[in-house]
């Protein structure tokens, strides 16, 4: 695999780099300048692999990060698609729309919640869950409610959803936040009693079963356990954002349900459409009520062909098992990491390999947003979030063979950066 090496490397590097580039000197200039992008372009998809428009061909270990659940031209999925397409597209919420309840009616089946409401992207679903925790406060009469948030958390990219964002890059340049956020560092119960002691305005606490953005940073599941039932002794709202870590990623439907818990609200987005732009807000009993006519709306959102993605990547997913498949392959790939970085996990270069499933992140003791580019040029597909760990959300059809050649495509890369002086 001979893709050139990008001039913008790993997001930091990129972003910093695209930033004094002027458009004259950008290839896609009359596009707004907002994301470091690798110097190639896809040009068609075929399960696992893609091509670019040069005829290089990638393993994709990134999956359009966690959206291309089914991989890419999926033989159930194309012509599904395709026969939507040919009926109906979009119609707006003005009329009944059968594919919304067929799509929510499963998403409740397989959560054990009650109703869905659609949207489009992971912000919009996080937005909605914020109006819910605001609501459910006011209905019991809190003037000014707060949500319990998390350092390290990402849930998107609007002023609300930055606000609640755990990651000061993202907030800066966007001040004044949104007020009636109240922070608290992962995993420590002590931290979240201690609000709950003093904090009468509090009404949810809102985190992602496993942090994405932050570094694959997963949410103990004693530690849901206790929120559950510290939610339950408080009458907060539990609302878990599964934008990322949802639709099978962690080998269950859901992530949380490997804590063997029920959150009350549940943002969806990424892998429930395969590709095609959605997102959802599940919730159970409690917050079922909390919205009604009027309090919310969209016009894209819950149109027949995203519901039609919905449907049929729900179907196809339980119809080739692939939640036990994600589980199986994610134990094949992390042992095939555990063994080709033995040495660098012993010598502490690795700091950690963790993760669900397919849902994987290796630490590393040093900024690696380099490795992008060096992984694209070796014809492998993956990110780096939070500096130093390496994110791979590979689709959930990805087979044992193909996790193995993640595993021999990446390590003798991690193994040679981590041989590099420090910069
Ligand atoms: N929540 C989580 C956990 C995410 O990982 C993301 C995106 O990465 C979002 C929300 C925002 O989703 P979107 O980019 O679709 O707005």
């Not at 995993?187 to 994405?212: C, K, M, S, W, Y």
């Not at 700091?351 to 849902?359: C, S, W």
């Not at 939070?386 to 996790?403: G, H, T």
Request: proline share 6%.
């Amino acid at each position: 695999m001979n893709a050139p090496e990008p001039a913008a490397v790993g997001a930091a590097a990129a972003a910093a780099s695209s930033a004094a580039a002027s458009s004259a000197t950008r290839s896609m200039p009359h596009v707004m300048n907002t994301y470091g992008r690798l110097p190639f372009a896809l040009s068609h998809g075929q399960g696992c692999h893609v091509w670019d428009t040069e005829g290089r061909r990638y393993l994709d270990a990134l999956a359009g990060i966690a959206v291309n659940t089914l991989g890419h031209a999926h033989p159930k999925l194309v012509p599904a698609l395709q026969d939507q397409v040919a009926k109906l597209i979009h119609t707006s919420n003005y009329y009944e729309i059968p594919l919304q309840e067929e799509l929510a009616a499963k998403l409740c089946e397989l959560s054990g919640l009650e109703a869905a409401f659609f949207c489009n992207s992971g912000l919009e679903a996080n937005e909605g869950a914020l109006k819910i925790a605001r609501k459910f406060g006011h209905d019991k009469g809190i003037d000014r409610p707060e949500i319990i948030v998390y350092e390290r958390a990402f849930h998107g990219r609007s002023i609300a959803t930055l606000s609640a964002t755990g990651n000061p890059k993202v907030q800066a340049g966007f001040g004044p936040l949104v007020e009636g956020f109240v922070r608290v560092p992962m995993n420590d119960l002590a931290a979240i009693e201690q609000v709950a002691r003093h904090n009468p305005n509090v009404v949810a606490v809102f985190l992602e079963t496993i942090q994405g953005e932050g570094g694959v940073n997963p949410a103990r599941w004693e530690y849901l356990q206790s929120l559950r039932a510290l939610c339950d002794r408080q009458d907060w709202l539990l609302m878990l954002d599964e934008v990322q870590c949802g639709i099978g990623r962690t080998g269950k439907w859901f992530a949380h349900q490997w804590a063997g818990i029920q959150p009350d609200v549940m943002p969806l987005a990424k892998g429930l459409g395969s590709g095609v732009p959605i997102g959802a807000i599940v919730v159970g009993p409690r917050a079922v009520n909390v919205l009604g006519p009027g309090n919310h709306g969209t016009t894209f959102g819950g149109n027949p062909l995203a519901m039609r993605a919905g449907v049929e990547t729900l179907r196809i997913i339980e119809e080739d098992g692939l939640l036990a498949h994600a589980a199986k392959v994610g134990a094949v790939l992390c042992g095939a990491l555990e063994d080709g970085l033995a040495a660098e996990i012993a010598s502490g270069g690795v700091v950690q390999i963790r993760g669900a499933g397919l849902m994987i992140g290796i630490e590393l003791a040093r900024p690696c947003g380099v490795l992008v580019a060096r992984a694209a040029a070796a014809g492998l597909l993956i990110s780096v979030t939070a500096d130093k760990v390496i994110r791979i959300v590979p689709p959930l059809i990805l087979s044992a063979e193909q996790a193995r050649e993640v595993a021999a495509l990446l390590c003798p890369l991690v193994k040679d950066l981590l041989a590099e002086p420090l910069a």
